[in-house]
Each structure stands twice: as C-alpha cells, then as structure tokens.
C-alpha cells in the first residue's frame, strides 16, 4: 500500500522539479545562447509595385532591352534604355514593375529550358510575352502592358520607326541636323562671288 503524500513530501517534489527545471534551462542556454523572442507578425513580403524609384540594374536592363529587340526590330536600343533608366530612377511605381517583369520573363524562360530571358531565341521571347502580357489577366499584366510593352512600341514610334520608314533620323534627332549642314557627295559649299553661302 502506497504511503501517503505528506506536505513534506510534496514541497520536495515540487522543489526537484523547479531545480531540474532550471538547471535544463541554464544549460540550454550556455549551449544555444538566449533564445530569440518569437516575432509577433512574419516578415512582410515586399511589394512592387510600392517600391521607391532607383536604377536598374545591368542585368535587369539586359532582360528589358532583349524585350525591345523582341517586340520590335531595332539595331541600337541604348535610346530604350535611357528611356527605361530615366522612368525607374524618377517615377513612383516604374522601378518596381521593371523588376517583377524581369522576374517574370526570366522565371518563365527557365520553364522552357534556358538560362534566362536573355538566352532564350526570340522566338520564344516573344512567346513568353505574349503569355504573360497578352494571355494573362489580371493587375500584373495590365501594368506590365501599359508600362513596359506599351512604352517599348511608343518609343519605336517616335524614333526607330522613322529610320524604318527610309528618313536618316527620327524628329529631334541631331544626327538630323548634321547630316542637313554636311555637303553631300560632289557637293561645293563654297563661298560664291555674292558672299552668299549655298
């Protein structure tokens, strides 16, 4: 027959089990260091489209000029870049999309086997915009409807489309300019008997 529990008893109970309680947590503690207080929220993802403006990275300009070349046909694209460089560095919302598009076309060039958008054959980088722009619905696709490929068509408008139309140069242009003061071929500028220049 099992003896009773004295008050004695019980207060020593209670007494190896604080010490034992202590003793496992100093030890964890000299081992481990001082647990961290859980945090009340998980982190907050970062969102896009709220991040402040900022330049682009090389690669990220990259992946946007290889967009241009993929939307449009065009040999010098450094005009698309200035222009793109600009808009993140100086308007709310711009940097943040040419991000996440980035991301978007990189992730989805992977799925058809390459290394990135860059590396993938224009072809397929046209694909991938067309799915992701195009076929898709949505807030992200809107935007980057209206603020990458509908910036890329109406940069080509103002400039690249000209050249294509058979003129030296587009409006505003200063190649324009030198190309009008220089002589053509055969052409003599001299000054004639009237001091009048031709």
Same mark, same amino acid.
């Given at each position: 027959?099992?003896?009773?529990?004295?008050?004695?008893?019980?207060?020593?109970?209670?007494?190896?089990?604080?010490?034992?309680?202590?003793?496992?947590?100093?030890?964890?503690?000299?081992?481990?260091?001082?647990?961290?207080?859980?945090?009340? %929220?998980?982190?907050?993802?970062?969102?896009?489209?709220?991040?402040?403006?900022?330049?682009?990275?090389?690669?990220?300009?990259? #992946? %946007?000029?290889?967009?241009?070349?993929? %939307?449009?046909?065009?040999?010098? #694209?450094?005009?698309?870049?200035?222009?793109?460089?600009?808009?993140?560095?100086?308007?709310?919302?711009?940097?943040?999309?040419?991000?996440?598009?980035?991301?978007?076309?990189?992730?989805?060039?992977?799925?058809?086997?390459?290394?990135?958008?860059?590396?993938?054959?224009?072809?397929?980088?046209?694909?991938?915009?067309?799915?992701?722009?195009? %076929?898709?619905?949505?807030?992200?696709?809107?935007?980057?409807?209206?603020?990458?490929?509908?910036?890329?068509?109406?940069?080509?408008?103002?400039?690249?489309?000209?050249?294509?139309?058979?003129?030296?140069?587009?409006?505003?242009?200063?190649?324009?300019?030198?190309?009008?003061?220089?002589?053509?071929?055969?052409?003599?500028?001299?000054?004639?008997?009237?001091?009048?220049?031709?």
């Amino acid at each position: 027959m099992a003896s009773p529990v004295t008050r004695r008893r019980f207060l020593v109970a209670g007494a190896t089990v604080a010490g034992c309680s202590v003793g496992t947590l100093l030890l964890l503690r000299a081992f481990h260091g001082h647990p961290e207080k859980p945090s009340a %929220l998980p982190p907050k993802p970062v969102d896009w489209r709220t991040l402040p403006p900022s330049a682009l990275s090389e690669t990220e300009l990259d #992946t %946007l000029m290889a967009a241009v070349r993929a %939307l449009v046909e065009v040999k010098d #694209t450094d005009h698309y870049a200035v222009a793109f460089q600009w808009r993140a560095m100086n308007l709310p919302g711009e940097r943040g999309v040419y991000g996440a598009f980035v991301n978007a076309v990189d992730a989805r060039a992977r799925m058809f086997g390459g290394g990135g958008f860059v590396s993938v054959e224009r072809a397929t980088q046209q694909r991938i915009i067309e799915q992701l722009v195009f %076929l898709s619905r949505g807030e992200q696709a809107a935007l980057f409807y209206s603020q990458v490929v509908l910036l890329i068509f109406a940069k080509y408008l103002a400039t690249d489309f000209w050249i294509d139309q058979g003129y030296e140069a587009w409006p505003g242009s200063p190649r324009g300019l030198i190309s009008h003061l220089s002589p053509a071929p055969g052409d003599d500028w001299s000054v004639t008997p009237n001091h009048a220049v031709r």
